[in-house]
T-cell receptor
């Protein structure tokens, strides 16, 4: 069964460093998402991406964040200058073109900012 | 309270018993979905119920939706130790884009 994959599973970085989190969505999906979950808290929406552009972003998704689909398979989230409060689990999700259909989530990348 | 609030926050039962978790939301929705998350792991989609549906079954899972009360429940029958996880409801609101809004989750522990 196709699934969303994410790499790395765990990333440790120093405050102020740039990180790139990678995702490979399910191949025939057209909508892509990033969510994050700070330890012990709820899953929060960051950004949605469709047709090679951002369709919606949350207040969390400030100028330090960017997303890209550099090729036909990868979907990346970049944090330019990480802060301590960026430490969280970051989930990528994708879905087909059906309106408000199921989003399939990857296993997540645990980001630890020291 | 915010969109998608689960109740209870934590639930501990014996293996074989049924587990019921509730979710309330504030705005009108297109559909409501339940996800499971094992400790520190990813989110696994369990079931989706649309706003025009009242009940849905999938294996040992039963989901109900009451749009008049803006609430949903997830029932897991004949629980197993492997059902130990956090369970989240998530909604697509009618207005706005295609993002899911998650609740705080219910931490379910099944004791052998």
């Amino acid at each position: 069964e196709p699934e969303v994959t994410q790499t790395p599973s765990h990333q440790v970085t120093q405050m102020g460093q740039e990180v790139i989190l990678r995702c490979v969505p399910i191949s025939n999906h057209l909508y892509f998402y990033w969510y994050r979950q700070i330890l012990g808290q709820k899953v929060e929406f960051l950004v949605s991406f469709y047709n090679n552009e951002i369709s919606e972003k949350s207040e969390i998704f400030d100028d330090q964040f960017s997303v890209e689909r550099p090729d036909g398979s990868n979907f990346t989230l970049k944090i330019r200058s990480t802060k301590l409060e960026d430490s969280a689990m970051y989930f990528c999700a994708s879905r087909t073109s059906g309106s408000r259909d199921t989003q399939y989530f990857g296993p997540g990348t645990r980001l630890t900012v020291l | 309270s915010q969109q998608g609030e689960e109740d209870p926050q934590a639930l501990s039962i014996q293996e074989g018993e049924n587990a019921t978790m509730n979710c309330s939301y504030k705005t009108s929705i297109n559909n409501l979905q339940w996800y499971r998350q094992n400790s520190g792991r990813g989110l696994v989609h369990l079931i989706l119920i649309r706003s025009n549906e009242r009940e849905k079954h999938s294996g040992r899972l039963r989901v109900t939706l009451d749009t008049s009360k803006k609430s949903s429940s997830l029932l897991i029958t004949a629980s197993r130790a492997a059902d130990t996880a956090s369970y989240f409801c998530a909604t697509y609101i009618i207005q706005g884009a295609q993002k899911l809004v998650f609740g705080q989750g219910t931490r379910l522990t099944i004791n052998p």
